[in-house]
């Protein structure tokens, strides 16, 4: 009954490889985001979409292409993997884009060899 | 698991006393603020939010108070138990930005027995 899924937990991969995150929600919800954590613990938002549409695109490398098929799927596509993308990556969702809390998945961890 | 965030700043309370972890924002425009709990190989975990039209909220052994003013942020939490042992992050947003949360650094909170 976990709110905010995502699989893999690890991935473990080589550089230059393209690997896939998938999350889902099951809250309800019509916003979801992907996060990433450094190894400093610093938290930066990636993308947000919003009933499939994409409102926030940070500065991310265009390696990087979320996919939402519906509102409960946000999915985080990575091409050409670099050592620098090992990083925790956390999908989130809330209820409308406007100040409503942000549920967080239990994370993806990342590491590029 | 991830790595050790070593530049964390950690507070260290004794079981049971009160702790207090401060955070600073920087956009005098932001308008929503949220505290995060993150343990060890977890997600963050919603613990409280307040809205800029007041200045404390309490919950379950928690208070947050925010002062406008000098852009400040606290959590008090109350009763301090090892199970509070975490990663305490502040978040603030702009409630018409998109929820776009921007993070502080994180705090580690020690209880000790």
């Known amino acids: 009954d976990t709110a905010v899924s995502q699989t893999p937990k690890y991935l473990v991969t080589q550089m230059g490889n393209d690997k896939s995150i998938k999350c889902e929600q099951n809250?309800?919800?019509?916003?979801m985001y992907w996060y990433k954590q450094d190894s400093k613990k610093f938290l930066k938002i990636m993308f947000s979409?919003?009933?499939?549409?994409?409102?926030i695109n940070e500065t991310v490398p265009n390696r990087f292409s979320p996919k939402s098929p519906d509102k409960a799927h946000l999915n985080l596509h990575i091409n050409s993997l670099e050592l620098g993308d090992s990083a925790v990556y956390f999908c989130?969702?809330?209820?409308?884009?406007?100040?409503?809390?942000?549920?967080f998945g239990e994370g993806s961890w990342l590491t590029v060899v | 698991g991830e790595s050790v965030g070593l530049h964390l700043p950690t507070l260290s309370v004794q079981e049971g006393d009160n702790s207090i972890i401060n955070c600073a924002y920087s956009?005098?425009?932001?308008?929503?603020f949220i505290w995060y709990k993150q343990e060890s190989g977890k997600g963050p975990q919603f613990i409280i939010d307040?809205?800029?039209?007041?200045d404390k909220r309490q919950g379950q052994r928690v208070t947050v108070l925010l002062n406008k003013t000098v852009k400040h942020l606290s959590l008090q939490i109350a009763a301090t138990q090892p199970g509070d042992s975490a990663v305490y992050f502040c978040?603030?947003?702009?409630?018409?930005?998109?929820?776009?949360?921007?993070f502080g650094a994180g705090t580690r909170l020690a209880v000790h027995p």
């Open positions: 956009n005098s425009a932001s308008d929503y």
């Open positions: 307040i809205r800029s039209n007041m």
């Open positions: 809250l309800g919800h019509d916003t």
């Open positions: 989130a969702s809330a209820l409308g884009h406007l100040g409503n809390t942000i549920y």
């Open positions: 978040a603030d947003s702009l409630s018409g930005g998109y929820n776009k949360l921007i």
């Open positions: 979409y919003n009933n499939k549409e994409l409102i």
